[in-house]
Structure formats: C-alpha cells, structure tokens
C-alpha cells in the first residue's frame, strides 16, 4: 500500500488548504453541515456502543468507542465535508506558503464553525432527543457523563486537553492525505481519532454534539456550553495550526516556497 512522503503531503495539504480558501461559501455552509453531523453520527455510535458495557471493562470501553468513533472523520475525508479542526491545518499552511490570504482564513473557519454547530445540533436534537437515542437509560447517563467530564474540567485543562485532541485530529488528517486508495485513508484516520477519544481528549465540533445533547436532557446550561467551547476552541487552534501546519511548513519551507513561486500569485482581497 504505497503512501507520500512528508514533503508530499505537505504540498497536498497546502493545496487542499488553497482550495478549501476558494470555496464558494454557500458550498462551505452545506459541507460544513455535512461535516458537523458526520462527527455527531460518530459521536452517538460510539455512546449506543459503550453505554451497556460493564463497568469491570474500565478503560477497554473507552478504547471500544475510539475504535468506532473514527467513521466520523472517514465520512468527511471520503465522502466529503468541512470540519473546522481539519481547517485548522489545512487553512494555516497554505497562509504560510501564501497560497491563502489571512482573511480567506478567518471567513472560512467562521463559516465552517456555524455550519458544524449546525449539523451537529441536528444530530443532537432531532436522533438524540426526539428520538431518544441519547436520553433513555443508560445512554442518558452515558452522554451526561461524557458532557460532564469535559465541563468540569479548568479553562487551562480544557486548552490543553484541546491541543491533544487536535494534535492528533490534525495528523489522522494529514496521514490521509499521504494515501491514494480508500483503504489507506481508512486507516490512516482511524488510529490517530481511535487515540483521542481513546484518552478523553476534548474536541469542539464532537463537543457540539455531546453537550447540547446533554442539555436537551434537561441537564445543564447553554452557558456552561460557551464555558467550554472557548478554551476548546483555542486549544485546537492550536493544536492544528501550530503543532501539524507551522511545524511542517518550517520543515518543508523551501521546498513549499520553491512551488509557490510557481504558481500564479493570489489576489491580496479576501
């Protein structure tokens, strides 16, 4: 199963990057909803398969919902959508490699933003409470739990624990674009997502998800979410932007730079 280099992967994440900067924002919107709820699906499969687990299992259940979790991520990368953290790789970099302006930069995250919140609220609302897949028996407690354990954690954790989440989001990305075939970006994705929901880590877009399922249980506040989603916010800017994007891009510069100066050079506007 052949795979790119590094190098490679860096001029195809700059590339992807360019392109996602040049989308046509109402293309964004609907791909950035596809994205949102893509990620809750995973989210609320591996809920309906860790709830019923014995509690003797311990950690093996959170491994259990890592390994299912990932179909999420497999949807957007295979089938197609936006997901912020992924942009908060692919967008940097090709600002660095000045392929992107800036301000393409910041328009694009505030669309995929709201249209994951968007698709995963759907999700949320319409199978987890109307439906009841997240608020009946032990799911209830199971989802309430989750939303819990991310809410109870300080503003300075909760960054940090946002950076892991996207640290590894970010390079399951990457990996995928190192792969030609569907198998390979299948397992590209799948051990790097396995790994952060495996260790608990907090995510924005899956958190988009799991604790407004929580509060349309009755269970907590919108302003409890927004004390979340700030730090988690940061922290996986981080975590895509500096520890995968400007990492590589210092690596790989040269060669990226090199490239750059081949093609046609971006229109400053945007």
Partial sequence: MAFHSSQHIAELAVEAGS?????????????????????ALGFLLDIRVIANLPKEWG????????????VGLML?????GELLTGNMMALPIAVLAKRAT??????????????????AIFVAYFFGHILGLTETGPFLTKTVAIAEAKMDETFIQ???????????????????????????????????IMGFVAIGFQHVVANMFVIPAAIFA???????????????????????????ALIYWMVHKESLQTRTQAEPSIRKAG
């Fill in 102 to 119: 800036l301000g393409q930069l910041v328009r694009n995250w505030l669309l995929v933003l709201v249209s994951n919140f968007i698709g």
């Fill in 158 to 192: 909760s960054v940090i624990s946002a950076i892991g989440c996207n640290w590894l989001v970010c390079l399951g990305v990457w990996l995928a674009y190192g792969a030609d075939d569907i198998g390979g970006k299948i397992l590209a994705i799948w051990f790097p």
């Fill in 76 to 80: 957007i990368i295979i089938a197609g």
């Fill in 218 to 244: 009755g269970h907590f506040t919108w302003a409890d979410y927004l004390a979340n989603f700030v730090p988690v916010v940061i922290g996986n800017a981080i975590g895509g932007g500096v520890f995968v």
């Fill in 59 to 70: 950690s093996f259940s959170s491994l259990l919902g890592g390994a299912v979790f990932p």
């Fill in 19 to 39: 392109k996602k900067a040049k989308m046509r924002p109402e293309h964004v919107l609907l791909l950035g909803f596809l994205g949102g709820a893509f990620i």
